[in-house]
């Protein structure tokens, strides 16, 4: 008797755990088709009513309307974006806490200072939604109209002419020009503002040269002749000024150096969860009306998927990191 069940028992033992193992493969697709159970927060690491914040809620507005639960923006300002990230980090990994990501935090910090976490160990890629410019910028009553003839003239003149760099030491707009002066082989002063305002100011007045600025606070003083638009920092022109050329194409090939915003999630959240919010990115990215609310803020769309997130996180951050040298930028250890 024991010689005819030991089979049956054992084909009894094989089916019960195959049908185990199919389910545990099934509960988290089924888990993330029954997602979001609850609101979703999104924490941005910088004050409301800024660029950055301003992205984050109209993406967060659509991704409501198309998964129909709330996802609510939270500002954790500090640290250059870094208390939001940790906040995030430490979260559940259940697919109801994001952080919204972007360059400062994300590429540029890890290379002056060591943040409480390990971005690219802790965080998990899910999609960037655009990407910002900056642009070249000097004073409209110089006579410089184009990026060869900036090069020129500063050639001319080695190290007695300043640039501002708006935001500080450690600001996207510094760092580009460090970067782009070391490949032009370019000498000049830096003068930090604590913002771009101020920094504008002094451009506009004479005071000093250049600067690279965000294109969108670049645009209104380009329309009066304050300012001079020279080139832009995307590999791309932008929608806001065709007739202004890239780096890239005046001269210095492969030339790239962006703000970008995109999401992130704690590193356990499960893929099937950050593969549904990366399609709608893309989605959007692609979505004619949800471009025009993107262009308001200066934005070019973007949308892309985990993987592709991930190969532009490794490219981003290695070249936010030569800029950090080439500036010699440090944290202040106090």
Same mark, same amino acid.
């Given at each position: ?22 389910? *545990? ?65 430490? *979260? ?39 990407? *910002? ?202």
């Amino acid at each position: 008797m024991s010689i005819m069940t030991a089979p049956t028992i054992s084909r009894r033992c094989l089916l019960s755990s195959a049908a185990a193992f199919a389910a *545990s493969l099934a509960a988290p697709s089924a888990y993330a088709q029954a997602w979001p159970q609850k609101p979703v927060r999104v924490l941005v690491g910088f004050a409301a009513g800024g660029n950055i914040d301003n992205l984050a809620r109209v993406t967060c507005a659509r991704l409501a309307e198309v998964f129909g639960q709330q996802f609510v923006v939270e500002n954790r300002v500090g640290a250059m974006g870094t208390l939001a990230a940790n906040e995030v980090v430490r *979260s559940s990994a259940d697919g109801h806490t994001f952080f919204w990501a972007g360059t400062g935090t994300v590429s540029v910090f890890p290379a002056m200072g060591k943040p409480p976490y390990d971005t690219l160990r802790d965080l998990a890629p899910v999609s960037v939604i655009g990407t *910002s410019p900056q642009v070249l910028i000097v004073n409209g009553k110089l006579p410089i109209k184009t990026l060869s003839e900036f090069v020129a003239y500063v050639k001319a003149r080695p190290k007695q002419l300043a640039y501002a760099g708006g935001g500080g030491p450690g600001s996207v707009s510094n760092l580009l020009m460090a970067l782009f002066l070391k490949r032009a082989g370019l000498e000049m002063n830096a003068v930090s503002y604590r913002g771009t305002a101020p920094a504008l100011t002094d451009i506009i007045g004479g005071h000093v040269p250049a600067m690279f600025v965000p294109l969108p606070e670049a645009l209104p003083h380009a329309s009066t002749g304050a300012v001079r638009m020279l080139a832009l920092s995307d590999d791309r022109r932008a929608s806001q000024a065709k007739d202004v050329p890239t780096i890239a194409e005046s001269g210095f090939p492969g030339f790239r150096g962006v703000s970008w915003n995109g999401m992130m999630a704690p590193a356990a959240t499960p893929k099937a969860i950050i593969d549904r919010v990366a399609t709608e990115f893309v989605k959007a990215a692609k979505d004619p009306k949800f471009i025009a609310q993107l262009d308001k803020y200066g934005a070019s769309p973007l949308g892309l998927t985990p993987e592709e997130f991930a190969k532009f996180l490794r490219e981003d951050t290695a070249l936010w990191a030569e800029a950090v040298k080439i500036a010699g930028v440090k944290l202040d250890s106090k």
